[in-house]
Structure formats: structure tokens, C-alpha cells
């Protein structure tokens, strides 16, 4: 019988995007090398992206800096809205910052995400089959990043909301059999040089 083994996810949001639809800036490549070299030592099975160019430069540039990992497109790994909460889900004092927030996703955007966060959900969580532990990287975009810690901290669906992640940064969750995902790290930055830290973020959350 085949027993299971556990999954460890990195999590990478994609480096800092030159347009909302096109590629990388410089600084952002130079993340991506840098999360690369960061990551060469750990035994990845394989590196899954979005198929936005962002998400897919960043993978690139991280692939070159590891030995034959194949990477794989994956839409579940997209920039989606994973979860849209009614008003009586969110805390009365930030329900209106929230909403107001969330306002500008497209139809499409609410009828698709949910089923992609779903997926995500499926492809990527959990302990694996087999004998042997698995590390994969997802390299994608700030919102499923905060779908997935949130996930692992089994909190309430619209928690997503609020969790930012830098450009670049690495958050690690640990998926063991028979007990609750850890997440072993978080938005660690500590691969990035002062310049090149906090990009995604707005100027006065710059720690």
C-alpha cells in the first residue's frame, strides 16, 4: 500500500512587474535571479507559474539558476480574486475599505476565481503519494499567495484579504501527514538586497 510523504510549497511572488500586462523591470529581474540562487540547493521537483508574462519571466530567470527543473504553465497559478465576501462575512470597522477594495473585479474575475482557487487548492496542498517528500515552487501573484496562507492557517475564506507580499519574497508552508500545515516561513526577503526589498508595496509600509 502507498502511503504519503510531505509536500513542501515555496511560494514566490512574481519580481517587480514593468506594466500590469507585460514582463519584468530590471529590479525585477534581478529578484528573480536572486530568489534562484536562493533556491538552487533545494531539491525541487518542479516550478509551476502563471501564465501571465510576469509570473512567467520570473520563473524563467529562476529556472536558469537551477540544474534541469522543468517548469510548467499552470492557470490555477494565475492572478485571480479567490474569494469574494459578502459584507456580513468581514469585521463591521474595515467591511467598507474592503469592499471598496474588491470593487473593481470584473464579472469574469468573480465567476472564474473561485473555481481556479479551488484548483490551486487541489494541485497544490496537501501531503503527496508515495514514500518520498516533494518540494515544488509555485511562482504566482500576491492574492494566491494569500489564498494559500490562508488556507494553511485554516482561516476564514475572506482572510485572503490583507496579506501582501513583496515582489520576490519567499513563503514556505509545510503539508506533513496527520498533522496541520505549518507555514515555515513567510514574505522572507532575506535573498534581496536593501534596494531591491518592499516592491509591491506602498511606499509607507517600507519597513
Not at 43 to 55: D, E, I, K, Q, T
Not at 115 to 143: I, K, S, W, Y
Amino acid at each position: 500500500m502507498t502511503g504519503t510523504a510531505t509536500r513542501y510549497l515555496y511560494l514566490v511572488r512574481h519580481g517587480e512587474a514593468a506594466s500590469e500586462e507585460s514582463g519584468l523591470t530590471e529590479a525585477g529581474r534581478r529578484q528573480a535571479v536572486l530568489i534562484g540562487e536562493r533556491l538552487r540547493d533545494i531539491p525541487l521537483a518542479v516550478v509551476h507559474h502563471g501564465p501571465l508574462p510576469r509570473a512567467e519571466q520570473t520563473a524563467r530567470l529562476i529556472g536558469d539558476q537551477l540544474k534541469n527543473i522543468p517548469l510548467r504553465v499552470s492557470e490555477a497559478a494565475g492572478d485571480y480574486v479567490p474569494y469574494t465576501p459578502a459584507r456580513d462575512e468581514l469585521p463591521e470597522e474595515s467591511a467598507d475599505f474592503l469592499l471598496r477594495f474588491l470593487a473593481g473585479a470584473t464579472e469574469e474575475e468573480r465567476a472564474h476565481g473561485p473555481a481556479l482557487a479551488r484548483q490551486a487548492l487541489d494541485a497544490f496542498t496537501g501531503p503527496v503519494d508515495g514514500e518520498q517528500d516533494r518540494h515544488e515552487l509555485v511562482v504566482t501573484h500576491n492574492f494566491l499567495v494569500a489564498w494559500l496562507v490562508r488556507d494553511a492557517m485554516h482561516a476564514p475564506q475572506w482572510r485572503w484579504l490583507g496579506l501582501n507580499h513583496c515582489n520576490a519574497a519567499l513563503t514556505v508552508i509545510r503539508y506533513a501527514p496527520g498533522r496541520p500545515a505549518s507555514v515555515l516561513a513567510s514574505n522572507d526577503m532575506r535573498h534581496l538586497p536593501a534596494d531591491l526589498r518592499w516592491t509591491g508595496f506602498p511606499p509607507e509600509a517600507h519597513i
